[in-house]
């Protein structure tokens, strides 16, 4: 697999995955912004940053890059981000592997250097709208990179493989790019216990807000009382928390903690009673066990679904999967 820094000639990067890789790739634009363009016509070398959540996701990134090669032929061709760590997928004709390029602690000057893709699972996205509308939930807001990878092992989750290695960023580090720029959004696949207690002293000392994704319900559990706080003194803007499910039952066959789920959802509650805009996410049709998402819709402001995949690639039956959830977009 290679890396962005051996390329040569200029690279041109566009994500179809979450902000996350995004973010990564912008630190690396960033930093090499010689080597980077914003029009695919000039680069030599054209990289989709994938994602691989669900097989309607990987079907997308496909998709993103056939478009790139049919407008732009004779370039290099790149997969990067989480689906090039999937060995057991093989890469369409003509395009190689690229490991996920980022650079630790480097401000984010200019946040167009990598484009972004439109949410494929959105009808008619117009960029601009209002942004809690679907699709547009963080994707203004200025990615500060706190983290990648995660420690824990849900049996439907690949994050630790395509992620790589688990890593935190130093806070003391990132404390002037925190106040360097509005509307943060602190960016990690799953933020620890140490880390969202300190981004939260860290709010409380400047009196500056913060918004945050991807935090687990046992993280979330254990730094209830610092959020509270810290939402109650109006510094918490969004908070983002994975639920998956509601169901006790679909929990426990997940492999997720059913106690600090629940739990989960009355701090939810709690927080949004002090203002804080609250998002999580959940599995649909779920090994066909029954579940009423109903109470999830009614309480959090926004809710971000992926039906459950195997993990096994299959394109025709991506196909029909992506025509079943999304009607062929």
Known sequence: MKDADSLEGKV?????????VWADALSWANKHKEKTTLDPVEADNLVVLSCQVT???ILNDFKTMEALQQENPGKEYFISGCLSKREDIPMPELVQRLDTPRENYQFLEDLTLVHFEKPFW????????????????????YPLRIGKGCPNKCTYCTIRVTRGDFEAYDAARLEEEFLAFDDILLIADSPTEKQVKEWCAIAQKHGKPFSIRNVEPSITVRCKDELIETAEQGLIKVYH?????????????????????LETIAIARQLKESGVYIATNIIIDYKDMGQDFSKVYDLYDYVSWNPLWDGKWDQARAEQRFEKYLGGK
Do not use: K, W
């Open 241 to 261: 928390s994975p639920i998956q499910s509601d169901t006790p039952e679909v929990l426990r066959n997940m492999n997720r903690n059913v106690g600090d789920t």
């Open 122 to 141: 959105i009808d008619d996205f117009a960029e601009g709208g209002d942004e809690f509308e679907q699709g547009h939930l963080f994707r203004n807001m």
């Open 12 to 20: 041109y990067m566009t994500s179809a995955a979450c902000m996350s």
């Open 55 to 57: 097989d309607l996701a």
